[in-house]
């Protein structure tokens, strides 16, 4: 029985270190959080804020990355708006055996692979709150413009520090759109930017989104025991609400909610590894 107690008190100890541990990792990462965000994040869960009503998106990103740039560019920017989001994923145990560089390698051919999102679901508020499929087709592109070609995901075999690449998407809420992927990336972070290079309609009606206003980027950062996963979305030029022929879009609602379908697939995307 004391060897049995002994052992369970090992255990629970080895536990909490590694909490503490992954706690201490975030904490140098984003220094601007709250003691309560730390552990929300610890426990799963999105947290987010937005520069609507004069919010701040900066605690959300890693200070000197390319994503805490562009939240910066963001922040500061006159018209639109901006939503910032960070998750923490911890390590499973081929991700953590792995040496950074192999890893950032594998991280990055699965932030790749855009055909996995075809099926992938949000939470709809026309749908009455309920899970609806939001991407129906998801596929690169040879170039720009044409359809009738599109490729299969590429698999890197080395790391790219940059890279483009054109995407198609048809997804429930606005119809088929191109996007350019854009790689900025160094030996910590992914950084991808998606730009919408054609307008986007709700219900094929009326122009929600004009080409080039809409920009998503997400973005991988590595550390000791796991990985930050950020998002940010801004749109440029636009009202947080519109409201077309009795028709309301909530772009904040939409894209938050559009942000926490991708988080979340990028969670099993990863789960795919240990596998």
Known sequence: MKVRAFMLMLLLSLSCSGVWAAEADIQKALPSLSEAEYQELLGGVI????????GSILPYVVPGT??????AQAQNAEGGFSIAAVSYIPYGPKLKAMDMKTRQLAIFNKIRAISTQEGLTYISWRAGNKPKVLIEKSSYMEDDKNLNNLLPDPIATTFPYSLQNYVYQRDSSFGGNRYLHTYTNTDEE?????????????LGIFTAVKKEQLTISMATYQMEDGLLLMALTTIKDRDPK????GITVDHPSAFKRRITAL?????????????
């Open 263 to 275: 988080q979340n697939w990028f969670v099993d995307q990863l789960a795919t590894i240990e596998n």
């Open 190 to 202: 992914i950084f991808v930017e998606i730009k919408n290079i054609s307008s986007m309609r709700v």
């Open 66 to 71: 390319e994503a805490a740039k562009r939240a």
């Open 242 to 245: 519109v409201s077309v022929l």
């Open 47 to 54: 947290v987010d804020g937005s520069t609507i009503g004069g």
